[in-house]
């Protein structure tokens, strides 16, 4: 995605946002939202759209949004988000992250007791204010009193999907700057954390820092700046992310990046490794003390150590430096082995395009298999398929695969709710005739972990099972999902064969880091699926393989790195079982 398009959308959401908790009538929310989603999909900077008054051409983009995208353009300010954040305080928004604060309550909270951020919602709710308010009552009350004290309880955490977007445009825009000779992502980003505290990037310039904050400052997706006493630069994007610009001679850059990227236990390591040699290892250099000899690139660094180049993501101090120096580093998950996506969504259920349009999505993405796996009939609000729609879609099916012939295997399943007692939600004879199963959970996500386990564990042993969708149910910030016996599930997935997916959707990464790499110990099979409802959705599937990597699963594990005849052969051997 362009960044220009990106900063537009961002304050296309925030009008709506806002104008959703001020109550605004509910067809101009619906505009801003359906120009921000437009922008997202766009392909190319909307500034050739201005540049050739076609604006208009865009789905959506009527005059007067139109007239709001110039404005944007020629001056980086839309007047009337900037009239409306005065209106309505913009931290109201971060109440939105609460489960059970919807716009509508929020803005019951906002006009009957002024409260505008956590702080005073904490303060109301302790003074027992906000039973004052309707729609509140006591089990609301001690529901948020629950939700904010594990909102504040987790560290300040970003989606990486995020902070990856803006370090890549960051980075961009330094490397075009005059004077700037290297610009790199680096800390946990680059190590793939799912979730982070802030986006650090590292600058090799000649000039000088005041200067370089304030080119900073020019692009459209970062609010504020400032240079710190030590000289680093501490921005903060639109959304809130921190980003830190940490400042490297270009000869030295190589250790700079070793000591930015890797945990502060790998670093130790590596510390450790050079005393022993009666070295000092600094960001400057590496050397007798006083005498540290500059190193241009990492290779290099971890070569005079005797080690080998340890990929970033393995950086976590979790034994990486010992498995290096015994030559015994894990056989990670190649980048470019992620050649099927056994989760999809189509407009049968909640998707965006047609089966047809997706199946060629997946294909110009050079994926060798993709399957349609919408929702079952208890996901309501997702047009859950009937029985009868759901064979209705088998027949197009059959259509398209007749059309690709054996240029892309084209399995049918389904997405079949896992309902709150374990049993599924389609006969077994109507999940006979499908191709692959995924079971997931969507409702009763409030389980205890007794509760939980037993449903999840049932439905891994159910013999038409193929995959546990996202086994936890969660949905960051807003959902943590269900509190399981992780141990009973991998142990009933071994019995039965079931794989396990490790949801790429960056809101989900469910199987979690933790999760999966018990799983991984425990020899479980592993499906990386993107969910994709939309066709850039396949993008995710690196957040999956970048989990897998760090977790240090064996590649023999993961179904999607399969040939097509071994998938079909394992798929086929389960229902000879069922």
């Not at 005079?304 to 015994?326: M, S």
């Amino acid at each position: 995605m362009h960044a220009i398009n990106l900063a537009l959308a961002r304050r296309f959401e925030r009008l709506a946002d806002l104008l959703e908790i001020r109550g605004d009538e509910a067809y101009k929310i619906r505009a801003y939202r359906r120009a921000a989603e437009t922008l997202y999909q766009l392909h190319e900077p909307v500034t050739r759209y201005a540049e050739e008054g076609r604006l208009r051409e865009l789905p959506g983009i009527g005059p007067a949004l139109a007239r709001k995208i110039q404005e944007f353009l020629e001056t980086g300010e839309i007047s009337a988000l900037t009239r409306l954040q005065r209106e309505v305080p913009p931290t109201l928004l971060d109440l939105l992250h609460l489960p059970g604060l919807g716009p509508a309550k929020v803005r019951a909270l906002w006009k009957t007791l002024g409260i505008t951020d956590l702080p005073s919602l904490e303060a109301a709710l302790r003074a027992g204010k906000v039973h004052q308010v309707p729609g509140f009552g006591a089990r609301t009350v001690d529901r948020l009193l629950k939700a904010l004290a594990e909102f504040q309880a987790r560290p300040p955490e970003h989606l990486l999907a995020h902070a990856r977007d803006m370090g890549s445009f960051l980075v961009q825009w330094l490397r075009d700057v005059p004077g700037v000779h290297r610009a790199e992502i680096t800390g946990p980003v680059r190590r793939w954390v799912p979730f982070v505290p802030h986006l650090d990037l590292l600058v090799a310039a000649s000039v000088p820092p005041g200067e370089l904050l304030s080119i900073l400052l020019g692009h459209p997706l970062v609010e504020t700046g400032r240079v710190q006493d030590d000289g680093r630069l501490e921005l903060r994007d639109l959304e809130g992310l921190p980003i830190m610009v940490h400042l490297a001679g270009e000869a030295s850059f190589g250790t700079a990046w070793a000591v930015t990227t890797g945990s502060v236990a790998h670093w130790q390591g590596l510390q450790r490794l050079a005393e022993a040699k009666g070295w000092h290892l600094s960001p400057q250099g590496l050397g007798p003390v006083g005498e540290e000899t500059p190193i241009p690139d990492e290779e290099t660094l971890y070569t005079a150590l005797d080690l080998p180049w340890i990929p970033p993501e393995l950086r976590e101090g979790r034994g990486e430096i010992e498995a290096a120096r015994q030559g015994a580093l894990p056989s990670l998950l190649p980048w470019d082995a992620w050649k099927a996506d056994l989760h999809t969504h189509t407009r049968w259920s909640d998707g965006a395009l047609d089966l047809r349009d997706l199946v060629t999505a997946a294909w110009k993405r050079g994926l060798r298999v993709i399957a349609i796996t919408d929702h079952s009939p208890a996901q309501h609000v997702a047009n859950g398929l009937s029985v009868e729609r759901l064979r209705k879609q088998r027949e197009e099916v059959e259509k398209v695969r007749a059309e690709w012939g054996d240029r892309i295997l084209i399995l049918h399943g389904a997405e079949v709710d896992i309902l709150p007692d374990g049993s599924l939600d389609y006969p077994d004879e109507v999940l006979a005739e499908l191709d692959i199963v995924i079971a997931s959970p969507h409702m009763a996500l409030r389980q205890d972990a007794q509760e939980a386990t037993q449903r999840l564990v049932r439905a891994a042993s159910h013999p038409w099972v193929d995959i546990i969708g996202h086994p936890r149910g969660r949905m960051w910030p807003r959902r943590p999902g269900l509190p399981l016996d992780m141990d009973a599930l991998l142990r009933a997935a071994l019995e039965h064969q079931v794989a396990l997916e490790v949801n790429s959707n960056p809101h989900r990464l469910d199987l979690g880091e933790e999760d999966l790499r018990r799983a991984a110990q425990a020899g479980v099979l592993i499906a990386i699926n993107t969910d994709a409802h939309h066709p850039h959705d396949f993008a995710y599937h690196l957040f999956g393989v970048a989990l897998a990597r760090r977790t240090w699963v064996d590649p023999t594990l993961v179904l999607n790195a399969w040939e097509p005849e071994r998938l079909m052969a394992w798929l086929r051997e389960r229902k000879s079982r069922a």
